[in-house]
């Protein structure tokens, strides 16, 4: 993060038990929410916000503007859902005005991945919405919401190109999910995708990487060897969503290699806060703080 200029770092799967909130090196501050014991065996989650030095200012200022929400247990009997939000003081070069603040509301989801139930995902699906109308009913804020979905969520133009979609008449009658995403991306969709889309309808979230090209560099997780050909499949699973109001604030968002070590490759979202400054969050997937991590 220090070397990268990197301000916030959005985790999934930790593999870390409890909640805490404590320093790490350099004044670089860790915000964690986990069981309060991982098991030897099955689902290990775990979710994180790491804040750079200046960010951990921000936050410890906040006051009563200060706010963190957690999942509790669930899915896999383990922690999934973890959000902060912290107040930004507006420049104002006129002293005699009353100062006026811009909120910023990190979010960090791990998605139960398919091997699952149907009403286990259904369930934590219902789980999400409760969540999602929490944070984001916050009034003048601006959310980034990082996630390891794991699910194929397709483009535009994958969506445009299914063959179930009946004829469109005018533009009114179009599916809203194709306004959801951009033409960019790995156009495979998986059936807990439509979950995921479904979500993002409800709540009018974009899923800001596909609608940027960065010479198709776009999938972040291999799956296992074919058995027969021994190739991997490559994966779209890791996304970070933000309001569509935000879109015209976002100035990038491409995929990184250089993060800490991982199964999955990160995102790197860079955005405007109505505050001239940008701001850079990293979506990293499937971290530890300290050792490298197999995903099950």
């Not at 990268?4 to 999934?12: G, S």
């Not at 420049?91 to 991945?113: E, R």
């Not at 299914?162 to 998986?190: F, V, W």
Request: glycine share 6%; with cysteine.
């Amino acid at each position: 993060m220090e070397k990268n200029n990197i301000d916030a770092y959005l985790i999934q799967e930790t593999h870390l038990a409890g909640d805490f909130e404590k320093y790490l090196i350099n004044g670089y501050y860790i915000i964690h929410h986990g069981p309060e014991t991982q098991p030897t065996n099955g689902a290990k989650g775990g979710v994180a916000i790491i804040l750079s030095p200046q960010m951990t200012y921000h936050w410890k200022i906040s006051n009563k503007a200060k706010k963190k929400f957690t999942g509790g247990i669930s899915v896999g009997n383990t922690t999934r859902l973890l959000s902060i939000s912290m107040r930004f003081e507006i420049p104002n070069q006129d002293a005699s005005k009353v100062k006026k603040y811009q909120n910023l509301c990190l979010t960090s989801i791990y998605f139960p991945h398919s091997g699952y139930k149907e009403s286990d995902l259904e369930s934590f699906n219902d789980q999400v919405n409760n969540f999602l109308s929490e944070i984001l009913s916050l009034r003048n804020t601006t959310h980034i919401i990082g996630s390891d979905t794991n699910a194929s969520i397709g483009t535009r133009t994958s969506l445009e190109n299914e063959e179930y979609q009946e004829k469109i008449e005018s533009h009114l009658d179009s599916d809203p999910a194709r306004s959801l995403l951009g033409p960019h991306g790995n156009p495979r969709k998986s059936k807990t995708g439509e979950s995921i889309l479904n979500l993002m309808r409800e709540f009018q979230l974009r899923a800001a990487s596909t609608f940027y090209d960065n010479n198709r560099k776009y999938n972040t997780w291999l799956g296992l060897p074919d058995p027969k050909t021994k190739k991997r499949q490559a994966y779209q699973l890791d996304h970070i969503f933000v309001p569509k109001q935000q879109l015209c604030h976002t100035k990038n968002v491409k995929r990184k290699l250089n993060g800490a070590h991982s199964d999955h490759a990160a995102l790197l979202l860079e955005f405007y806060l109505q505050t001239n400054p940008i701001i850079k969050s990293t979506n990293k997937e499937d971290i530890a703080t300290a050792e490298p991590i197999k995903k099950n």
